[in-house]
Every structure is written in C-alpha cells, then in structure tokens.
C-alpha cells in the first residue's frame, strides 16, 4: 500500500492554502529593498504554526523510498490529458476561498512571474517557463498531500542540511537514522551532479519530467529547482553539483526574484494576454499534454 493512503484528513492538508508556504518564503526571504519595511501581511502566528506542522509532516514522509514511490506512480503521466489551457483551469481549482490574504488564483500567479520576465526583455522560453513553473501544483487535484507537491526542496539518500528550513525535524524521518543515506554523500559520489541525485518529491520535479523534452535545459533547471532553496539560496549542496551544475545554477538564481517577488493585488487581464501565450505555447508545447 501507498503511504499517502493512510494520512488523516489534518496531514493532507495541513495549510489553509498552498500559498501560506509561498507567503512563509517571502517572510523567509523578503526582497531586499523591502527588508525594512513592516513585516509581511498577514503572517501571523497561526500561520506559522501551520507552517511548522507543514514541515513536520514534509521532513518525516520525504524519505529516499517515498521519492521512488512517487517517481514510478506519477512519472507514468497517465493520469490524464489536457490542452494547455485546460491544464491552467484545472490547476484553479485549487483556489481556497478561506484564505483572507488577497487572493490571486493559481493561473494569475503565474502570469505575473511570466510578464515580469517578458517585460525585463528575457528570451521567449523563459517567459514560457514563468508562465509553467507551477503547473505541477496540479499534482494536489489527484489527492496528494501538501508536504508532497509544495516546501522546500532537497536531496534524499544522503544527510539532510541545516541549512534547509527547520532542519531538527529530520529527526523524524528514518533516513537520518539509517547509515546509508545519513552520511554526507550517503548513495551519491562527490560532486556527481544533481542530474545523478533524488530530490524530495513535489511539483518542481514533477513538472521537469512533464517538460524535458520541449524546453531548453536552462528553463528546465529553473523548473526542476526552483523550490530548492537550500541551494540556490543558501549553498549548502556544493558538494554534489558539478561545473555544469554550476553554470546553470545561475539561471534558477535569475528566476527565484520572478518567482517570489511578482506578486501584486492587480489581477492580470487574461482575455488580454491569452494570444500572445497561446501562440508561445504553440511554439514550444505540444497541444495536450499529459498529466
Ligand atoms: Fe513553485
Ligand atoms: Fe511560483
């Protein structure tokens, strides 16, 4: 049996919305002119206790065999198939109505990390990646758990940083007690490269394997580790990348401000965008794609 088939109702979804962890990153990791200003909205207390629950349940259940259950259930893509469009529709229905923060839906989201790239005069594919990035949230609408489709990446088969966020509780994930995955290395070589490591299961990982063959493997870096924050942000997993790695490092570095620093109450007009992102779509996607 699948582990996520025996979770209570509470460890499925232990967040109001998937964006009270977005909104914890912003807290986690403010634009820099805005350090100074009062804090975040809303990020309050309660919040932040969901959060930490959040996580608890993310760095128990993220084990090595967890990922390798997820990869052979989901990488199938047989789920389902959709226009792009579709697929867009389909991910707002995510939208939780409790939530009191100003609600933008998932689609308008990603329209404003995409038209912050496109307006800074970034490449058409890039543009096309801010418009995707998310699209793995999708994952949540087949009943995974939060902790499995959003947080913070990281790799599993080797130990957990404490440089990823509230890192104590990893102690009650088995792996850190099982001594083939709790070494530095654990199943990996120095410097072997991320493309020879498991990352934690979620949308960025998801989304890559939806994606590989149709974008350029800078936007697939920017796809497959944008949550990965304990790298492209604090470094902590040097001694797994190689040069290429490196290079391309920069790319998911020059998406995160796209990411976390696009959001404003003004919901963009889709009517008015929808050709010039059909017809990018069309260049570079397939007119269904599978789930
Ligand atoms: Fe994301
Ligand atoms: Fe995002």
Request: hydrophobic residues 35%; glycine residues 4%; proline residues 8%.
């Amino acid at each position: 049996m699948n582990k996520t088939d025996v979770l209570r109702p509470e460890e499925i979804a232990p967040l109001s919305s998937l964006d009270v962890w977005e909104d914890d990153l912003l807290a986690r990791y403010p634009e820099p002119e805005k350090k100074a200003q009062e804090e975040y909205r809303n990020y309050d207390k309660p919040a932040r206790d969901t959060v930490r629950e959040f996580y608890r349940l993310n760095h128990q259940f993220q084990t090595y065999d967890f990922v390798q259950e997820k990869k052979a259930e989901f990488l199938r893509f047989d789920k389902k198939e959709l226009p792009v469009w579709e697929a867009f529709d389909y991910l707002n229905t995510l939208v939780d109505d409790s939530d009191p923060d100003i609600e933008l839906d998932q689609l308008q989201h990603l329209l404003q990390t995409s038209e912050a790239i496109r307006a800074d005069g970034h490449p058409d594919w890039f543009v096309l990646t801010g418009l995707m990035h998310d699209v793995g949230k999708v994952l949540c609408l087949f009943g995974e758990p939060q902790w499995a489709v959003v947080g913070d990446t990281f790799p599993v088969g080797c130990q957990f940083s404490d440089k990823i966020v509230y890192p104590e509780l990893f102690q009650l994930n088995p792996d850190s007690r099982d001594e083939r995955y709790n070494t530095k290395y654990g199943v990996y070589e120095p410097n072997c490269g991320l493309r020879n490591v498991h990352m934690s299961w979620g949308h960025d990982e998801y989304l890559y394997h939806m994606m590989k063959d149709y974008l350029p493997e800078p936007a697939l870096y920017m796809i497959r580790y944008h949550s990965f924050y304990a790298q492209h942000r604090e470094h902590a997993y040097e001694h797994l990348l190689d040069d290429h790695d490196r290079e391309m490092f920069e790319w998911v570095k020059k998406f995160n401000p796209y990411d976390l620093y696009s959001k404003s109450p003004k919901p963009p007009v889709v009517a008015e965008l929808k050709p010039y992102y059909s017809a990018l779509l069309a260049k570079y996607l397939p007119p269904v794609i599978r789930l």
